[in-house]
């Protein structure tokens, strides 16, 4: 019975031992071959020059479109708490029942009131790539400054929309 444990012990180290036989007793050198390294050069710097001014015709856009983000908070703000009252009356209501499909309409209502809010970063986005293609980058801060406070009320008014759908389920 003590023979069972060496021979499979034995039986799994010897392919292990035919692996080591096929290896060549020199080694390839790791030194740096004659081609190697002959693009090495240091990369040059290439002078950018920083951003200009706003020019007048983008910042009358920027406008509109911070106007377009304020009226989206507002619109999302009137109609969430008439969204939150219908689906705390529908939570643990049967799907398709009336109580559940007055609050999905709540949250549809809450959707569409984010419309202007989507369609001003959707243009602002085209905006960007129209004006890096054309390497116009006068006003480009203000640009990213107005999208970022849109991204973060875009994800806020989505993080409401996820919760109101899954106290909803």
């Given at each position: 019975?003590k023979?069972?444990?060496?021979l ?7 392919p292990?031992?035919a ?9 390839p ?10 693009f090495?050069v240091?990369v ?7 951003p200009g ?5 983008l910042?009358e856009r920027?406008?509109r479109?911070d106007?377009?983000?304020i009226?989206a ?9 008439d969204a ?8 643990g209501?049967a799907?398709a ?11 549809s ?9 989507t369609d001003?970063?959707a243009?602002l ?8 293609a ?14 970022e406070r849109?991204?973060?009320a875009d994800?806020?008014q989505q993080?409401i929309l996820e919760?109101?759908?899954a106290?909803?389920?």
């Amino acid at each position: 019975m003590k023979r069972a444990p060496f021979l499979i012990t034995l039986l799994a180290v010897l392919p292990l031992t035919a692996c080591g036989s096929t290896q060549s007793a020199v080694a390839p050198s790791l030194a740096k071959r004659p081609y190697e390294g002959r693009f090495d050069v240091p990369v040059q710097p290439v002078p950018v020059a920083p951003p200009g001014a706003l020019p007048a015709a983008l910042g009358e856009r920027l406008a509109r479109w911070d106007a377009a983000l304020i009226k989206a908070q507002s619109q999302f703000s009137a109609q969430r708490g008439d969204a939150v009252r219908l689906v705390g009356a529908a939570n643990g209501a049967a799907q398709a029942s009336e109580a559940w499909v007055v609050a999905q309409q709540a949250i549809s209502r809450l959707m569409a009131a984010r419309a202007p809010l989507t369609d001003a970063i959707a243009e602002l986005d085209k905006l960007y790539l129209e004006r890096s293609a054309a390497e116009e980058f006068d006003g480009m801060p203000e640009v990213y400054a107005l999208r970022e406070r849109m991204l973060e009320a875009d994800s806020a008014q989505q993080a409401i929309l996820e919760s109101l759908n899954a106290s909803l389920k």
